[in-house]
C-alpha cells in the first residue's frame, strides 16, 4: 500500500479518535454509566456512524494507540492498513499496520511524543 494513502487513513482515523476522547472526557464529567454513542473510528472520512461503548470497553481500546473501532464492515476501507483484531457484538476492533500503524501511534494525544519525524510527503 502508498505510504501517502496509509498515512492519509491514520489521519483520518485519528480525526474520529479524537472527536471521541472529547464524547469520553464529557461522559466521565457527567459520570455516565450507561453505553455511549462513539463515532466509528473507520478510514471513510464521510462516515458518521454510531457505536455504543461502555466507558471501560472504550478505554480497553484506547490501551493501544494503534486500535480502532469500526461498525463492521467499514474496514474495508482501511484497505492493508489494518487487520482485525478482535470481533465484538455490533463492532470490531482494527489494529493500524505499518506505516499508518506508526502514524496512528505518533498522532495518539495520549502518549507524549516529539511529532513525527518524517511523513509520507517528506519522501
Not at 90 to 96: G, Q
Request: net charge negative; hydrophobic share 35%; proline share 3%.
Amino acid at each position: 500500500m502508498d505510504r501517502l494513502l496509509e498515512e492519509r487513513i491514520a489521519r483520518n482515523d485519528a480525526t474520529f479518535r479524537q472527536a471521541n476522547e472529547r464524547i469520553s472526557a464529557a461522559a466521565e464529567t457527567y459520570r455516565v454509566d450507561m453505553p455511549v454513542p462513539f463515532i466509528c473510528e473507520c478510514a471513510d472520512p464521510k462516515c458518521s456512524e454510531i457505536v455504543r461503548l461502555t466507558l471501560e470497553e472504550y478505554e480497553e481500546i484506547r490501551a493501544d494507540s494503534r486500535h480502532f473501532f469500526h461498525i463492521d464492515g467499514h474496514r474495508d476501507a482501511d484497505g492493508t492498513a489494518g487487520v482485525v483484531v478482535a470481533e465484538r457484538d455490533s463492532y470490531v476492533i482494527v489494529e493500524k499496520t505499518g506505516h499508518a500503524g506508526e502514524i496512528a501511534q505518533a498522532l495518539d494525544e495520549r502518549n507524549p511524543h516529539e511529532g513525527l519525524e518524517r511523513s509520507a510527503a517528506d519522501d
